[in-house]
Nanobody
């Protein structure tokens, strides 16, 4: 059974940085697409960044390009989201997801989410 467990959220001032981590287990992820989504208060869930596990291809929402970076660690079966130059509008619950297809993946597995709050 696939499990995704996020960590690393917290409270940070605008302009600061956070690093989110997602530990994946229960499958061989070489054929998967991994991604981070977020849901801000009162808004729908939105795509943030995606990564093709095999090959390392990445894509990003326009709102985060140049500030957020998705990466993978084969040995640890982990996907990270490095978040720099954070803005108050980045405040949301961030979710790790795993699925199939690239670049338009379908996501089947979700983590429980981790809260990121950016103060102005």
């Amino acid at each position: 059974q696939v499990q995704l467990v996020e960590s690393g959220g917290g409270l940070v001032q605008a302009g600061g940085s956070l690093r989110l981590s997602c530990v994946a287990s229960g499958a061989t992820f070489s054929g998967y697409t991994m991604a981070w989504f977020r849901r801000a208060p009162g808004k729908e869930r939105e795509f943030v960044a995606g990564l093709r596990w095999s090959g390392g291809f990445t894509n990003y929402a326009d709102s985060v390009k140049g500030r957020l970076t998705i990466s993978r660690d084969y040995a640890q079966n982990t996907v990270a989201l490095q978040m720099n130059s954070l803005k108050p509008e980045d405040t949301a619950v961030y979710y790790c997801a795993a699925g199939e297809g690239w670049p338009n993946a379908k996501y089947y597995y979700w983590g429980q989410g981790t809260q990121v709050t950016v103060s102005s």
